[in-house]
């Protein structure tokens, strides 16, 4: 077939035409005859087949255009440039969108061939000695390199290029498409940097072999490259329990046709180390074949964090031994799967102890309590469960108690009492009162159990300390310093006798006072200043703590008030609420009505919430969120000591949380060195908290707290609780430190 182009047989059938009019005239001039007729008819036939071809040929010239604008569309649109070069008859054609791939003129390109060339960024001119040696081997290559513009812009460009030769094997004519492709190059390093620089374990797996993983897995596996994994088999790092994890869920992903799956599982470095992870998996195609896409985030720290809040939640960190919490479940568990078990509680109390503690220092007392627990203990046995109420209160659950056991360990306790305890060069002598509560006679609940329990060791106090009573109903009746506490407070609040003191809050990095918290005193005409720790339980067992709340909440609000008229505008004051309290219905109506009578900005007001609220999480959550909704401040006070619960706490509308006093003391701890403190600030930061540390008495205490990003503080170091008076004066010059 003749390769020569349609427009080119049209010029050559014209001027074939010409020719032949020509001859034809020559030939009829021989004839006189017939010579004008025939000039004329020639000539009219010679005009008509040259319009005939005219229009043919503009036609056909038209339809090119058209196909060639066409494509030089597609062209441009595609950010795509052609060159040809027919090496025997040294032709070139470029196309118009090299302009836009270069940047340089069309005819600069024509001027000179070498131009694309010279272009090539230096560090890829490699590259072209590369795709040179294919091409003179006769085979079609794609290169890609970077170019560099007139304006300065770095391009990458796919340049295909293709070779042809003749029958005998003679290189004739070259081709090439070249395309811009800076943003795919530029969007693959940006993802490739992603996925490198990700802190978090990416890896692809093919067969359960490892076919690609970033940086960051190969630390967590504990190998240098990713080319020491590549095709090993990832069962080699996971146990078979964790094996059957992700087998399960990539079934479950088939199954019910998800996208994701999220778990979790542990991974076995090639140190023999033990990894956390939290795995995701998805389905990808990765060259060719359907693979699994992993993205594991380390948790083993988390993982931890929450051992250590559970080991809070459950335990005294003190002692070590099950705290109130623990005991309650354990002994609710035994209820529900023993009822016909005789069970036995004894509530313990030490008799001397607020002596030494007193006199020898919190720490000395901290020590004295350790070695109560160990004694305890080793008294008990595996007979039932020890656990530490709270400052020096026990409680002891036995199992299967027959009488004899319940007198068998009373006593053995009571005998191991009498012996000193030894710290140091030091000896103390403490005594403990028990009371005995026993299911089901005495109670069917734990609460009942342990209150009652409660009852039967204040019975043994007033008996002369040092021995064990058994609860009996007619306790009730006797007139014990706690049934005689109840009287007089339900008077107390009527007679004016309970006050407020304030004790402030500062900002540890400034030492400014920014809130202050309210505490109750009592000081009774008869019993003198009453401890908070013995009248406070009392209100709550009784409900006194109700209408004493309202009352502090009235005095504190009136507080607020007048110390705004004298200029101290944004201070707020911090209450503590009792569970007894939220359990009412009408408590957030209270709050709200305070607010509004005494016109106080609602965020000036601060609500403390122990722990204790996570015994009934449900109703406390829906009383938190209508407080949170008036725009008060929520805080959980003496954070860590029993109930909480980081599922429930990152759930509730919680702002604060304070750390307690026992964990602040053992900064001082050589054995513990803070260690929960900072725990417990990590922990909060996470969970977007702000964290306030109780009890600094000393200044390594202040400074241990600062140094781990503990924004606040209160204690006797800055200052003890004062009346409202002294602290407008302590507001109006500063802490003097």
């Not at 131009?115 to 290559?141: C, S």
């Not at 693959?188 to 490892?210: M, N, Q, T």
């Amino acid at each position: 077939m003749s390769s020569e182009p349609k427009w080119f047989k049209i010029i050559i059938s014209v001027m074939l035409l010409i020719v032949l009019n020509q001859v034809l005239l020559y030939i009829f001039q021989m004839k006189d005859i017939f010579l004008q007729v025939s000039y004329v008819t020639i000539n009219i036939l010679t005009v008509f087949v040259l319009l005939g071809l005219l229009i043919t040929l503009r036609k056909t010239t038209n339809e090119l255009r058209k196909s060639n604008q066409k494509l030089n569309n597609i062209f441009d649109s595609l950010d795509v440039a052609v060159w040809a070069h027919d090496l025997k008859s040294d032709n070139l054609y470029i196309s118009q969108g090299i302009e836009h791939l270069y940047g340089y003129n069309l005819n600069e390109f024509y001027h000179d061939h070498y131009l694309w060339k010279k272009v090539v960024h230096p560090d890829d001119e490699n590259i072209l000695t590369e795709r040179a040696k294919l091409i003179d081997q006769g085979k079609p290559v794609t290169s890609i390199y970077r170019i560099l513009r007139p304006d300065g812009d770095v391009r990458w460009i796919q340049d295909r290029g293709i070779p042809t030769y003749d029958d005998k094997g003679n290189y004739n004519d070259f081709s090439a498409v070249l395309f811009d492709i800076t943003e795919q190059k530029e969007g693959e390093e940006r993802y490739r940097g992603i996925v490198e620089l990700s802190p978090d374990f990416i890896a692809v797996i093919k067969d359960w072999k490892f076919n690609f993983i970033n940086e960051a897995g190969c630390r967590l596996l504990g190998v240098e490259s990713s080319l020491e994994l590549f095709g090993r088999s990832i069962l080699e790092f996971v146990s078979t329990a964790d094996v059957r994890k992700i087998s399960d869920a990539l079934t479950e992903m088939e199954d019910k046709a998800r996208e994701i799956n999220r778990f979790e599982l542990q991974i076995i470095r090639i140190d023999k180390k033990n990894v956390d992870l939290e795995m995701s998996v998805m389905r990808i195609p990765y060259e060719g074949r359907l693979a699994t896409l992993v993205v594991g985030r380390d948790i083993t720290e988390r993982k931890k964090a929450d051992e250590i809040i559970h080991h809070m939640a459950y335990y005294d960190t003190l002692t070590g031994l099950p705290n109130r919490n623990m005991f309650k479940e354990h002994l609710n568990n035994r209820l529900f799967n023993s009822k016909d078990e005789k069970l036995a509680v004894l509530f313990l109390d030490l008799d001397r102890f607020k002596v030494i503690n007193d006199t020898k220092g919190h720490s000395t007392g901290d020590h004295v309590l350790q070695l109560v627990a160990k004694r305890l203990s080793e008294a008990v046995s595996d007979e039932g469960l020890v656990s530490r109420q709270g400052g020096d209160e026990f409680l002891i659950l036995l199992n299967d108690a027959t009488n004899d056991k319940i007198e068998c360990i009373s006593k053995q306790i009571i005998n191991d009492f009498s012996q000193p305890l030894y710290i140091e060069d030091d000896e103390f002598f403490v005594t403990t009162s028990i009371g005995i509560s026993i299911y089901p006679v005495d109670g069917e609940d734990q609460e009942t159990l342990i209150k009652n329990a409660d009852t039967a060791m204040y019975l043994a106090k007033d008996r002369g300390k040092n021995n064990y009573q058994y609860y009996n109903p007619k306790l009730n009746n006797y007139s014990t310093r706690r049934m005689k506490l109840e009287v007089e407070l339900r008077k107390a609040l009527n007679k004016d006798q309970l006050t407020i003191h304030y004790q402030p809050q500062v900002e540890l990095s400034t030492k400014k006072i920014i809130a202050v918290e309210a505490l109750l005193r009592w000081n009774s005409p008869k019993y003198g200043s009453v401890s908070p720790a013995e009248f406070i339980p009392i209100a709550e067992e009784t409900g006194l703590i109700v209408p004493i709340g309202r009352w502090v909440l009235q005095k504190v609000s009136e507080q607020q008030k007048q110390w705004k008229k004298a200029g101290i505008s944004s201070l707020r004051v911090a209450v503590n609420v009792s569970v007894r309290q939220m359990q009412e219905n009408c408590f957030a109506q209270d709050v709200k009505q305070v607010i509004k009578e005494h016109d106080l900005n609602p965020v000036d007001l601060e609500l403390e919430i122990t722990e204790s609220i996570m015994q009934n999480i449900e109703n406390s959550t829906i009383v938190l969120n209508e407080l949170k909704k008036l725009g008060v401040t929520l805080s959980i006070d003496d954070f860590g000591k029993g109930y909480s619960s980081l599922s429930y706490l990152r759930h509730l509308p919680i702002d604060t949380i304070k750390i307690d006093k026992s964990f602040v003391d053992d900064i001082c701890d050589t054995s513990n060195n803070g260690s929960i403190a900072k725990a417990i600030i990590d922990m909060g930061h996470n969970l977007g908290f702000t964290i306030v540390a109780e009890g600094i008495e000393q200044e390594e205490q202040a400074e241990f707290l600062k140094g781990n990003s503990c924004e606040y503080g209160q204690g006797y170091f800055f200052s003890k609780p004062l009346p409202a008076e002294e602290v407008f004066l302590l507001l109006e010059k500063g802490l003097d430190r």
